[in-house]
């Protein structure tokens, strides 16, 4: 706390923890100057509180509004009609640290309950599901299964298509494909736990969809290089996303893979790093030279001295992991727009993905090899990047058989 926050204010019981408060401020990064304004607001906050003579039950969401509209006369020579929207964000944040130590109760109680609960620890128990996935999946859900009352047992063959045709009229063929894909897994829990009867899974519809059908989307290997080569290292920026993009280009890691790399994944004696993939298997690949200069680089020089445990992280305070994979695909798009790729065929990271595995076929990599490098569970899915392999495709083809009769 400031000279000025002990003259002015008088916080009371939350005088303590206003310290810890900032410490822990300062050690995601933020400037002096936003920890004062953060310490000042919190103290503000605190101030009102002892006036009011509010108790440790009271400093819920319902006290931060009486706060935030409150006609401020404050000791320390305020005069407002109420405080602003950002001396308002800065108490909750204030709020969300005393509930992480344990000062006060959690406010969660008051927010509505995670729907399907079971069915989402079943999918990451039993199943092996990411958690992105189980998000999307109770999400249309959620939106789904109202329609179908609280009784699952009375589920019938007739009703359960029903309640599919219904709900997904008039939306997008990739959406119907998400709610009948959901509502399946969702079927099989419910079995699996005698809620209704076995094999109701086989009664949803199929939405038409021709897999694998369409060309792999890739870059020709010299247009990648530029792309890397795009990344400006004399800034920490330009350091991190290269380190990025030559994992995404030289081992076709999903963005994924790429977010949720630790430090302890990393064996540089071996020069190899571990990958948990889809259906948390974990994987050991060989790190390549240029992408293990370029992650060390950033390591070393790039990398806010943070105690969070996962390598690639945000560059400006508070710093913190990426939260989505989306984060590495804008990556991506922004190292092509610097790049001047003209019409990509796509834009995210698993541009790089298809380009890494369509340049190891044409290069003379087996399928095998290729598989195993993408963790495909299928040698269907790696024999889709040969379509694009016109030299390999030639020596196969058949000559039309001319002159057959009919």
């Known amino acids: ?155 019938t063959a007739l009703r359960v298509r029903q309640l599919v045709l219904s709900h997904v009229r008039g939306h997008s063929t990739s959406y119907a494909r998400c709610v009948v894909t959901a509502l399946r897994v969702y079927l099989r829990f419910l079995a699996s736990q005698g809620h209704c009867p076995a094999g109701l899974d086989r009664s949803i519809p199929t939405i038409p969809q021709w897999r694998l059908s369409a060309l792999p989307r890739y870059l020709p290997a010299d247009e990648i290089e530029r792309v890397v080569a795009a990344c400006d290292i004399a800034t920490p920026v330009g350091v991190r996303d290269r380190a990025v993009l030559l994992l995404l280009a ?66 400006r305070a508070p710093y913190r992991p990426f939260r989505r994979s989306g984060t590495i695909s804008s990556i991506v798009s922004a190292a092509l727009h610097r790049a001047g790729v003209c019409q990509p065929p796509s834009r995210g990271a698993n541009l790089l993905r298809h380009s890494a595995a369509t340049a190891l076929l044409r290069a003379g990599a087996s399928l095998d090899a290729v598989s195993s490098l993408l963790r495909h569970r299928s040698l269907d899915m790696t024999a889709h990047y040969a379509k694009v392999d016109v030299a390999m495709l030639t020596s196969v083809a058949q000559p039309w058989p001319e002159g057959v009769p009919c």
């Open 1 to 155: 706390m400031t000279k000025q926050h002990s003259t002015f204010m008088q916080p009371g019981a939350l005088a303590k923890h206003l310290a810890g408060f900032t410490q822990e401020l300062e050690s995601v990064g933020y400037a002096q100057l936003t920890v004062a304004g953060y310490s000042m607001s919190a103290a503000h906050f605190a101030e009102w509180a002892r006036r009011r003579d509010q108790g440790e039950a009271d400093w819920s969401a319902d006290a931060i509004d009486r706060f935030a509209r409150h006609r401020c006369c404050c000791f320390g020579g305020r005069r407002w009609h109420r405080v602003s929207g950002k001396y308002v964000r800065r108490v909750r944040r204030f709020i969300h640290y005393l509930e992480r130590q344990g000062v006060i109760a959690s406010c969660a109680e008051a927010q509505p309950v995670a729907p399907l609960p079971e069915f989402s620890d079943w999918l990451a128990l039993h199943r092996g599901v990411s958690a992105r996935t189980i998000e999307r999946y109770v999400g249309a859900l959620s939106r789904l299964l109202p329609a179908a009352g609280e009784d699952r047992t009375t589920f």
């Open 250 to 315: 030289r081992l076709g890691l999903r963005a994924g893979d790429v977010v949720k790399l630790g430090l302890a994944d990393i064996d540089w004696h071996a020069a190899t790093l571990k990958v948990c993939g889809k259906g948390r298997r974990d994987v050991r690949l060989p790190l390549p030279q240029d992408a293990g200069d370029a992650v060390l680089a950033y390591l070393q020089h790039a990398r806010p001295r943070v105690a969070i445990d996962r390598v690639f992280l945000c560059l």
